[in-house]
Nanobody
Framework: QLQLVESGGGLVQPGGSLRLSCAAS????????VGWFRQAPGKERDRVSC????????YYVSSVSGRFTISRDNAKNRVYLQMDSLKPEDTAVYYC????????????WGQGTQVTVSS
């Protein structure tokens, strides 16, 4: 099974930071645009950020712009999401997904990692 694996989630206070990491179980991420999606209880799964294969182009949903930074290290086969100035509304399960810039949606998904922002 081809799957992405996320790590780095946890509980953090408002204003705090977390860094999420994404890795592939049986394939390289280097040929894919990779991004992060999140789903909060009672809400749809939304695309948060994406980065193209070379890392030259990034996308952020407006609600996280200026606070989150997506990056990748192709030598390590890793994609990261640095989350700063976290807000309670950022609380969600965060999923890493490959091929996030294609019109038909991502091809591969991770299992999700919980991010909880609460005092």
């Amino acid at each position: 099974q081809l799957q992405l694996v996320e790590s780095g989630g946890g509980l953090v206070q408002p204003g705090g930071s977390l860094r999420l990491s994404c890795a592939a179980s049986e394939f390289t991420l280097n040929d894919y645009a990779v991004g992060w999606f999140r789903q909060a209880p009672g809400k749809e799964r939304d695309r948060v950020s994406c980065i193209n294969s070379s890392g030259s182009i990034t996308y952020y949903v407006s609600s996280v712009s200026g606070r989150f930074t997506i990056s990748r290290d192709n030598a390590k086969n890793r994609v990261y999401l640095q989350m700063d100035s976290l807000k309670p509304e950022d609380t969600a399960v965060y999923y890493c997904a490959a091929d996030c810039l294609s019109g038909d949606g991502p091809d591969y998904w991770g299992q999700g990692t919980q991010v909880t922002v609460s005092s």
